[in-house]
């Protein structure tokens, strides 16, 4: 077998490739399977040396890169990644699968990711600061709230944001919408701390009702739901879970899985204590005195998937590849019947087979949901903040909640309409395939666009 080159990559372009395959889109619109290896290269990517200096004056080296994918619905638009595992293939497939998702939105924004091999665990405050300026000083010539408006993404915070913004302003002498995710004084939206974290719940709500047939705000109580990961996305939907009265039973790190014993889950109070500990970049197991032994189990090195027990729930939100397939088959047989993606890809290949599987063969079907559609709030309201700052205004929580809550609303139901019309099972009974609606609806509306700008032909 050849190995692949870009493993992360290939996986995210199969995956697009295969649900298009296993439905009547190629047939319906022969001309778009000419597109896959347009479409698949970037328009751009940018590598670069990130020089800068440590605490005792050494000099230290990165590499700094941005993949500027599509720019046919607006300027590239997503996160940057700060994490050693950053490579080509993973800033590759990120972008890819990042154009698709911000079509789903609905709002006008074009897809690229960037980010750095530098680790933040550990770091100072200045040796963070020294750094951001240090991958500011290239990247400041490459973007604009115009042509390219990233963000923050693993590793990068509001803190980064900051140090980011900074940089950009004082290297470009220009203060503009050119980062999302500011704070609330320079230029930030409200919500965005929340969004995705909030987006993906609301996501799951418009699931639930759906399969229940019920238009009732109370379809998460006593749910229970296994949580993966313990940042921003990870914490945020935990906090909305609790506040729908669901049962938080997981959170994890890179480190272990804290799992509940009994019937009680998260509280509130937990997750700050959580949140606390990762702005300090702590590891969970440093939270012995909040999660004690008469109500948690602390399993190191481990994931949530295999040891929650009963759950109806699962909400994957640390990184890619965090379900495997067998641990997405012991979802099943735990009674798990909804999965969404907070993370990334956060299931490989073979967990996704067997979810799609089993909404095939059981009567009842399951529902799987991909991050580019069910993380999509996140970057959705990132446009909302480009947006503010576009015309120099700040709507109130109320109102970007509300928002926020209509695009994962609308991408649910584009998500369902779009599977049923690119259908080609023959049994129309089944519950709709959100992976393939949602892959169809994002690669259609980038293809006609590139269509009509003439980039495509
Ligand atoms: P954070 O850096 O805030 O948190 C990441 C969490 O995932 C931490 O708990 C971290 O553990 C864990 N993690 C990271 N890498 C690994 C790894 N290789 N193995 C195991 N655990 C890991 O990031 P976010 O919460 O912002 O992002 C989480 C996921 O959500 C990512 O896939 C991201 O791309 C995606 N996403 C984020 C959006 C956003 O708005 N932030 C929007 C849409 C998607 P530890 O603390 O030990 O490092
Ligand atoms: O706001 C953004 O552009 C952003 C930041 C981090 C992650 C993502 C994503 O959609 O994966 C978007």
Redesign the pocket.
């Known amino acids: 077998m050849v190995r692949p080159s870009e493993p992360e990559f290939e996986q995210a372009y199969n995956e697009l490739l295969l649900t298009l395959e296993d439905s009547s889109l190629f047939q319906k619109k022969p001309q778009f399977r000419k597109l896959l290896p347009v479409i698949s290269v970037p328009e751009r990517v940018i590598q670069f040396r990130v020089v800068w200096e440590n605490d005792a004056g050494e000099i230290q080296v990165n590499n700094g890169f941005r993949v500027q994918y599509n720019s046919t619905l607006g300027p590239y638009?997503?996160?940057?990644?700060f994490h050693p595992s950053v490579n080509l293939s993973i800033l590759k497939f990120?972008g890819y699968?990042?154009t698709f998702?911000?079509a789903l939105t609905g709002l006008s924004?074009g897809g690229g990711?960037g980010g750095s091999d530098f680790d933040p665990k550990g770091k100072s405050d200045n040796e963070i600061r020294r750094f951001c300026d240090a991958f500011m000083r290239e990247l400041s010539r490459h973007i604009g709230y115009n042509t390219d408006?990233?963000?923050?993404?693993i590793g990068?915070g509001g803190r980064e944001i900051g140090f980011l913004f900074g940089a950009f302003k004082r290297y470009r002498n220009s203060w503009e919408g050119v980062l999302?995710?500011k704070g609330l004084s320079w230029g930030g939206s409200l919500i965005?701390p929340e969004a995705?974290g909030y987006g993906l719940v609301y996501f799951v709500e418009r699931m639930l009702q759906y399969a229940l047939k019920t238009d009732s705000k109370d379809v998460f109580k006593g749910k229970r739901v296994a949580l993966s990961g313990s940042g921003n996305v990870a914490q945020y939907a935990a906090l909305k879970l609790i506040d729908l009265g669901a049962i938080v039973v997981s959170l994890s790190d890179s480190k272990g899985t804290y799992v509940v014993k009994g019937d009680e889950g998260f509280t509130t109070a937990e997750i700050a204590a959580v949140a606390d500990a990762k702005l300090l970049h702590r590891d969970l197991v440093s939270l012995t005195s909040t999660f004690v032994e008469s109500k948690f189990t602390y399993h190191a090195g481990a994931r949530p998937w295999t040891l929650v027990g009963k759950v109806d729930i699962a909400l994957p939100c640390a990184t890619q590849n965090e379900v495997s397939g067998a641990e997405a088959a012991a979802l099943v047989a735990a009674g798990c019947r909804y999965i969404a993606e907070g993370s990334?890809m956060g299931s490989t290949m073979e967990a996704i087979d067997v979810f799609e599987s089993t909404r095939r063969s059981l009567p009842e079907g399951i529902w799987y949901a991909p991050?580019?559609a069910a993380?999509?709030g996140?970057?959705a309201?990132?446009?909302l903040?480009m947006a503010q700052n576009s015309q120099r205004v700040s709507w109130t929580r109320e109102e970007v909640d509300r928002k926020l809550f209509e695009i994962m609303s609308t991408c649910f139901d584009v998500c369902v309409e779009t599977a049923k019309e690119y259908s080609i099972e023959d049994d129309a009974s089944k519950l709709p395939s959100i992976v393939k609606g949602a892959n169809i609806a994002g690669f259609i509306k980038v293809a006609d666009a590139m269509t009509n700008l003439g980039d495509f032909y």
């Open positions: 638009k997503g996160g940057l990644r990120l699968e990042q998702k911000n924004m990711k408006v990233p963000a923050g993404d990068v999302t995710g965005r995705t990334n991050g580019k993380n999509c996140g970057v309201v990132s446009g903040e």
